[in-house]
């Protein structure tokens, strides 16, 4: 992230912080008008602190919409016919250039009344020199059609060099124009000369960044869902808790929808531990505030508060049972939840919870056990529990594997489905099973992924599964849930067996003693562990 291309997220929540004080009347009516352009400053800001800033996203909008970059008089012609403009048509839309950056007016040009002077010739004219000399405060001069230097000049300056000049435009100066969008509290937003429809380009390439994101990721029943709840979650302005368990995509598929709509959410991995503070920089992180070792952590506090005050984003938190704490004694108080609820849930800002059912529930209940805390002025501010489908199809994996494997045969398909279903690990066992095939085609200078790659990759990642059926998979599914098998040692306690009784510090201190040492490992040869001898216990006490 560098600081001097950032726009930094304070000064975006101080535009819409003036908006909220009535500040400026053109902003309050252009945010009644078009809500969207909130979600447009901070779409604006995330791309700031992405590799290329704002200058990557120009050149971003540019080639989704090259044809849109015209002014209203190239608009006022209309289309051209095979990429060219007739001599009426480029009447037209010349007047549309007569606020261009680069035009200047020939002053000795204009005010000739020689009509002996020659004049010049179209060819050694830069567009603005040739505009001045053939307009007249924007209007078009008296000229004649059959003119030849004005033919030349239709010819030389028709709809490919229009466009590129309204495009050219725009590299040098859209970004700047951008930024003022975000930080600049006496401008609304204006539109230039080479793009007077450019709020709806960039609404249009919102949309457009949002489907090709989601559709890099494979759209399974986990994915579709977490599309449609964080949808209603910024609909709904409420909290939602969402329940999924691990290795079915659902941390994916919050990703994808972070990086889909960086104008609505922020997508925030809790950190473990009990400090607020590790909290608070992980979201600041997320809003793009940047921070360095040793930043004062009241500052930093106030900062991401004020910003979630006014910017009217949302969050997206996964890993959420980590802000129940985890180191807890009677007294401890549930300082993330409590600031949560305070500084987002309160103030009606959109809020996802993301976590396995399994480690919510394990945490929650090790908290108030511990600590007889009522988590109801927390948990009863959510206005539904959702829960994930607890199973994959095999479509779901065939959708996966349509991401990493396009063209796959249906015979290697079904085996990569079959092994993906008999293990525990499902989608990753897929993402395993890409990536080793496809590190094994580029070793061996492959140009792409063959099938003795993708044999070799699934002997690697699931030994003993590279001959898996979809009928044998199915028939006997892996265990569900976050819990593994259990090894054979302790599936005897499991089970309700006595557990053997716990040695002493004497005794283990005595298996630690260089004559005892050889029971540790009875496998590994002891002439082999070194020469060097362990020191007594007794030579490790204080003289």
């Not at 970059?69 to 048509?89: D, H, I, N």
């Not at 349509?402 to 249906?410: E, R, T």
């Amino acid at each position: 992230m560098n600081p001097e291309t950032v726009i930094r997220p304070e000064l975006v929540a101080g535009k819409l912080a003036a908006v909220d004080n009535l500040e400026c009347s053109s902003l309050v009516e252009a945010l009644a008008a078009q809500p969207r352009l909130v979600e447009l400053m901070w779409h604006i800001q995330q791309r700031s602190f992405q590799p290329g800033s704002v200058e990557k996203l120009v050149e971003d909008v540019l080639a989704f919409a090259p044809a849109r970059f015209v002014t209203k008089s190239m608009q006022a012609a209309g289309p051209p016919r095979e990429g060219r403009y007739s001599l009426a048509q480029c009447w037209q839309a010349w007047k549309g250039f007569e606020q261009c950056d680069t035009k200047w007016r020939l002053h000795n040009y204009a005010t000739l009344e020689d009509e002996s002077t020659p004049k010049p010739h179209a060819e050694k004219l830069t567009f603005g020199e040739w505009l001045s000399f053939h307009f007249d405060s924007g209007l078009l001069a008296k000229a004649v059609e059959g003119d030849a230097e004005v033919r030349k000049g239709v010819e030389r300056f028709n709809w490919p060099f229009l466009s590129a000049e309204c495009q050219e435009a725009a590299r040098y100066g859209l970004a700047k124009l951008l930024r003022s969008f975000c930080v600049d509290k006496d401008g609304g937003f204006y539109v230039p000369w080479y793009c007077p429809d450019l709020i709806s380009v960039l609404f249009d390439f919102m949309d457009h960044h949002a489907a090709q994101t989601r559709n890099r990721l494979a759209q399974t029943e986990v994915a579709k869902q977490v599309t449609y709840e964080v949808g209603y979650v910024w609909e709904a302005k409420r909290l939602v808790h969402i329940n999924g368990n691990s290795r079915f995509g659902k941390t994916e598929a919050f990703k994808a929808e972070a990086e889909a709509t960086p104008g609505r959410f922020r997508l925030v991995t809790v950190p473990p531990g009990n400090a607020l503070q590790d909290l608070i920089l992980a979201v600041a992180g997320a809003l793009g505030i940047p921070t360095t070792f040793g930043m004062s952590g009241p500052d930093l506090r106030r900062k991401v508060e004020y910003i979630l005050d006014h910017g009217r984003l949302g969050i997206l938190f996964d890993e959420a049972h980590y802000l129940f704490p985890v180191n807890i004694a009677r007294n401890t108080a549930p300082a993330r939840l409590d600031w949560v609820r305070a500084a987002i849930i309160d103030k009606g800002l959109p809020c996802v919870l993301s976590a396995t059912p399994q480690a919510w529930n394990e945490q929650s209940a090790r908290f108030v056990k511990i600590t007889k805390c009522n988590l109801e002025q927390f948990l009863g501010r959510r206005a539904l529990v959702v829960n994930l489908p607890e199973k994959l199809s095999q479509e779901d994996l065939r959708l996966c594997l349509a991401i990493h494997f396009p063209g796959l045969p249906s015979s290697a398909e079904d085996e990569v489905v079959g092994v993906a279903l008999a293990t525990t690990s499902f989608l990753q066992t897929v993402t395993s099973i890409s990536t080793r095939a496809r590190y094994r085609a580029k070793h061996r200078g492959a140009a792409g992924v063959a099938l003795e790659d993708l044999d070799a990759a699934i002997e690697a990642v699931a030994p003993g599964y590279g001959v898996a059926s979809l009928d044998d998979a199915e028939a006997n599914p892996p265990p569900r849930g976050d819990t593994a098998t259990p090894p054979p040692q302790c599936r005897e306690a499991a089970a309700g067996q006595p557990r053997g009784k716990r040695k002493t510090s004497a005794e283990v201190i005595g298996e630690l003693l260089p004559g005892k040492r050889e029971t540790i490992c009875p496998s590994y040869p002891v002439a082999n562990r070194g020469t060097a001898p362990v020191p007594a216990v007794e030579s490790l006490a204080p003289a």
